[in-house]
């Protein structure tokens, strides 16, 4: 992940700002390359795109995927919905915000990880489902999620 | 000499790629001829990692394979499809796939998903072929025939969304496939998008032709990386093999795809929602009239369908509206994609026509709870569905069946939980979710679903809760009433639904 670097994010915007529509996927831009979205652009895409800051700040907020704060270098996604649920997911995810130190939709201290919620990852089948760096994990119990989050350690 | 090992997502998740290494390992090692397909999912996740392997008498399955059976199903001869302890026979013999109906599903999990040749060596494009030789209108009362109803949940009649955006007059027009595929235990749209993409992409470029549309685009969820990444594969090679563009597939006529990504907004799964996310606003609800059919992206005519019913099209424009409306029952004609998840021994995807009861599904399919304890309730539909007792379970699975019961079918998810559940919990959850996703449009359900949360929060405290019960019960009925979508107004559906069949988690008292 880049450090927050202004001029590419400006030129991430321009590169789209023209697409019909073009605010999400501007967003997602900046937050692939950066990890979050940094306030300090908002008026550059309010700019670039003929919107009021306020418009452009309340899209980023609407959305519960838009970061504002860089993350940590792993980023757990624990999904807490109904299928979840029937197998266990609130026993794993207490065990897991305890073990960290964080609850869901924090980071921990270190920068190591940040925790997240996510409502069904469509692995239904195979829950408790997690994503842990855009990787997919099912069947996950407190053993699973210890042994994913102490490998994720070792590699820093 | 050909092995499958999925690329699904579901298949990722217990470990499908490590599987596929190690048996590409032994492939080198053992210097054989043997080259390793990364298929779709066949939907039976208990089985995965599900392997295959092709042999003369079909493809023999092995699962669940790990990365340390892998030597022993060599050293066992499974390259010719010989016996393992792991080894399930012929893959289309195993009763749970033996037994379904698989018409959207007929190529999931059997080819590659990104080879248009296997694609078009297996039925592929023949639809959108027999759509040349039809006039739009034609193309549309073959879909109205067929009876397909939206599969995304809410059952409205295709053709009829289709023949709207027709008649209505523009100089441009939109189809938009909704992959905002939210619902807790579904998981359908994401496997066509992974392991059949394709499919979707005829789906699509029909409609286009059929309503005169020549821009369509897919949006797509966050939380389904895999799918995207597919999805975006797959347009490519459509574009570069002609299917896509200025004389998309030889027909002369025109149309853009593009797949969008969502940013983890449920509430995006409505159609209005969608269509201001992929403006690139805020995915508040817009107050229907107007339909989205008449103004909708852009405020333009736009089909707005979900992945299913566009990757159905296909098949009965192939096969006609007959063949399609063959299957079913009562107005509920076709299959549904039943979705088996949550506590349940056998998940995964069923394909059947409409009409297959609950216990059917749970039982003959599903085997039963996964844990192995007493089944107790049953979510079907998704986080807005209605929790089900047992004494329900012989409800067919069908639109106007389920409604009949205060349910409803949904998107097709059966999530099944064991009796160590609490539904009390349950309806609490359901408020909370619809505080956490309102969109804030509409104030029966921005402000309902938190004062939701905090009246069941007392009826579990136990504090005067007869008085309490009658206030949710007025509650929901506001939230039913007055919300201007789904999210709100069908959010009293599970809350509801918890109270009237298991009023021993709310202290004993029926609202």
């Given at each position: 992940m880049q450090a927050w670097d202004n001029e590419r994010a400006v030129s991430l915007v321009e590169q789209r700002?023209?697409?019909?529509?073009?605010?999400?996927?501007?967003?997602?831009?900046?937050?692939?390359?950066?990890?979050?979205?940094?306030?300090s652009v908002v008026p550059a895409i309010a700019d670039a795109l003929n919107l009021s800051k306020a418009d452009v700040h309340g899209t980023i907020s609407f959305y519960h995927d838009f970061r504002h704060h860089p993350p940590g270098r792993h980023v757990l996604k624990m999904c807490r919905a109904e299928s979840c649920q029937s197998m266990g997911c609130d026993a794993v995810i207490g065990h897991v915000e305890k073990k960290l130190g964080a609850k869901l939709g924090e980071t921990?201290?270190?920068?190591?990880?940040?925790?997240?919620?996510?409502?069904?990852?469509?692995?239904?089948?195979?829950?408790?489902?997690?994503?842990?760096?855009?990787?997919?994990?099912?069947?996950?119990?407190?053993?699973?999620?210890d042994f994913l989050i102490d490998d994720a350690r070792r590699r820093a | 000499m050909k092995l499958f090992v999925p690329c699904d997502m579901a298949a990722l998740s217990v470990g499908a790629d490590a599987v596929a290494r190690a048996i590409s390992e032994q492939i080198a090692t053992r210097r054989l001829d043997a080259t390793v397909v990364r298929n779709g999912s066949r939907g039976l996740f208990w089985l995965e990692p599900l392997v295959e392997v092709e042999t003369a008498k079909g493809r023999v399955a092995y699962g669940p394979v790990t990365v340390e059976s892998v030597a022993s199903l060599f050293d066992a001869g499974f390259l010719d499809g010989k016996a393992h302890p792991l080894c399930l026979g012929l893959t289309e013999e195993i009763p749970y796939l033996k037994n379904q109906e698989r018409l959207t599903?007929?190529?999931?999990?059997?080819?590659?998903?990104?080879?248009?040749?296997?694609?078009?060596?297996?039925?592929?494009?023949?639809?959108?072929?027999?759509?040349?030789?039809?006039?739009?209108?034609?193309?549309?009362?073959?879909?109205?025939?067929?009876?397909?109803?939206?599969?995304?949940?809410?059952?409205?009649?295709?053709?009829?969304?289709?023949?709207?955006?027709?008649?209505a007059p523009a100089d441009q027009k939109y189809i938009v496939c909704n992959a905002d595929e939210g619902d807790s235990?579904?998981?359908?749209?994401?496997?066509?998008?992974?392991?059949?993409?394709?499919?979707?992409?005829?789906?699509?470029?029909?409609?286009?032709?059929?309503?005169?549309?020549?821009?369509?685009?897919?949006?797509?969820?966050?939380?389904?990386?895999?799918?995207?990444?597919?999805?975006?594969?797959?347009?490519?090679?459509?574009?570069?093999?002609?299917?896509?563009?200025?004389?998309?597939?030889?027909?002369?006529?025109?149309?853009?795809?593009?797949?969008?990504?969502?940013?983890?907004?449920?509430?995006?799964?409505?159609?209005?929602?969608?269509?201001?996310?992929?403006?690139?606003?805020?995915?508040?609800?817009?107050?229907?009239?107007?339909?989205?059919?008449?103004?909708?992206?852009?405020?333009?005519?736009?089909v707005v369908n979900n992945v299913i019913s566009l990757a159905t099209v296909p098949i009965i424009i192939d096969k006609g509206a007959a063949y399609y409306k063959d299957f079913g029952m009562g107005r509920s004609r076709g299959t549904l994609t039943i979705q088996l998840a949550g506590n349940i021994k056998q998940g995964g995807l069923v394909e059947k026509a409409f009409g297959l009861t609950l216990r059917q599904a749970i039982y003959d399919f599903g085997g039963g709870t996964a844990t192995g304890k007493k089944f107790r309730?049953?979510?079907?539909?998704?986080?807005?569905?209605?929790?089900?007792?047992?004494?329900?379970?012989?409800?067919?699975?069908?639109?106007?069946?389920?409604a009949a019961k205060k349910g409803l079918v949904g998107h097709g998810g059966v999530v099944?939980?064991?009796?160590?559940?609490?539904?009390?919990?349950?309806?609490?959850?359901?408020?909370?979710?619809?505080?956490?996703?309102?969109?804030?449009?509409?104030?029966?359900?921005?402000?309902?679903?938190?004062?939701?949360?905090?009246?069941?929060?007392?009826?579990?405290?136990?504090?005067?809760?007869?008085?309490?019960?009658?206030?949710?019960?007025?509650l929901c009925e506001v939230m039913l009433d007055g919300s201007l979508c789904a999210l709100g107004g069908l959010t009293p559906y599970p809350v509801l639904s918890a109270v009237e069949h298991f009023k021993e988690d709310f202290h004993g008292t029926a609202a």
């Amino acid at each position: 992940m880049q450090a927050w670097d202004n001029e590419r994010a400006v030129s991430l915007v321009e590169q789209r700002k023209n697409m019909p529509g073009a605010l999400l996927p501007i967003l997602h831009a900046l937050q692939e390359e950066f990890g979050y979205v940094d306030p300090s652009v908002v008026p550059a895409i309010a700019d670039a795109l003929n919107l009021s800051k306020a418009d452009v700040h309340g899209t980023i907020s609407f959305y519960h995927d838009f970061r504002h704060h860089p993350p940590g270098r792993h980023v757990l996604k624990m999904c807490r919905a109904e299928s979840c649920q029937s197998m266990g997911c609130d026993a794993v995810i207490g065990h897991v915000e305890k073990k960290l130190g964080a609850k869901l939709g924090e980071t921990t201290a270190d920068g190591t990880f940040t925790l997240d919620a996510v409502y069904c990852l469509g692995n239904c089948s195979l829950s408790p489902a997690v994503l842990l760096d855009g990787k997919p994990y099912g069947r996950v119990s407190a053993q699973v999620a210890d042994f994913l989050i102490d490998d994720a350690r070792r590699r820093a | 000499m050909k092995l499958f090992v999925p690329c699904d997502m579901a298949a990722l998740s217990v470990g499908a790629d490590a599987v596929a290494r190690a048996i590409s390992e032994q492939i080198a090692t053992r210097r054989l001829d043997a080259t390793v397909v990364r298929n779709g999912s066949r939907g039976l996740f208990w089985l995965e990692p599900l392997v295959e392997v092709e042999t003369a008498k079909g493809r023999v399955a092995y699962g669940p394979v790990t990365v340390e059976s892998v030597a022993s199903l060599f050293d066992a001869g499974f390259l010719d499809g010989k016996a393992h302890p792991l080894c399930l026979g012929l893959t289309e013999e195993i009763p749970y796939l033996k037994n379904q109906e698989r018409l959207t599903f007929a190529r999931c999990g059997i080819i590659d998903p990104l080879s248009l040749a296997d694609y078009i060596s297996r039925d592929g494009y023949k639809g959108l072929q027999n759509a040349l030789k039809l006039k739009p209108e034609q193309i549309i009362e073959e879909v109205t025939n067929s009876g397909l109803r939206g599969r995304g949940g809410a059952g409205f009649p295709t053709g009829i969304k289709w023949k709207t955006v027709l008649g209505a007059p523009a100089d441009q027009k939109y189809i938009v496939c909704n992959a905002d595929e939210g619902d807790s235990g579904t998981f359908a749209d994401r496997m066509i998008m992974e392991g059949d993409p394709f499919v979707l992409i005829e789906g699509m470029t029909i409609a286009g032709f059929a309503v005169g549309a020549t821009s369509g685009y897919i949006y797509c969820r966050s939380e389904y990386p895999h799918a995207f990444k597919t999805l975006q594969r797959a347009i490519a090679i459509g574009y570069e093999k002609g299917y896509l563009g200025a004389n998309a597939a030889g027909s002369g006529k025109h149309f853009d795809l593009e797949v969008r990504l969502g940013a983890g907004a449920y509430i995006c799964g409505e159609e209005t929602s969608l269509l201001e996310s992929l403006e690139g606003k805020r995915g508040q609800i817009r107050p229907k009239p107007p339909l989205p059919a008449i103004e909708g992206l852009f405020g333009k005519p736009t089909v707005v369908n979900n992945v299913i019913s566009l990757a159905t099209v296909p098949i009965i424009i192939d096969k006609g509206a007959a063949y399609y409306k063959d299957f079913g029952m009562g107005r509920s004609r076709g299959t549904l994609t039943i979705q088996l998840a949550g506590n349940i021994k056998q998940g995964g995807l069923v394909e059947k026509a409409f009409g297959l009861t609950l216990r059917q599904a749970i039982y003959d399919f599903g085997g039963g709870t996964a844990t192995g304890k007493k089944f107790r309730a049953v979510q079907v539909g998704g986080p807005l569905g209605a929790y089900f007792p047992d004494s329900l379970l012989d409800t067919p699975l069908d639109y106007e069946a389920f409604a009949a019961k205060k349910g409803l079918v949904g998107h097709g998810g059966v999530v099944v939980f064991d009796e160590t559940v609490d539904l009390a919990k349950q309806a609490r959850f359901a408020m909370e979710f619809c505080a956490i996703e309102s969109c804030g449009k509409c104030t029966p359900c921005r402000i309902g679903s938190t004062r939701g949360v905090e009246v069941i929060d007392r009826i579990i405290a136990n504090q005067d809760r007869k008085k309490n019960l009658e206030v949710l019960n007025d509650l929901c009925e506001v939230m039913l009433d007055g919300s201007l979508c789904a999210l709100g107004g069908l959010t009293p559906y599970p809350v509801l639904s918890a109270v009237e069949h298991f009023k021993e988690d709310f202290h004993g008292t029926a609202a």
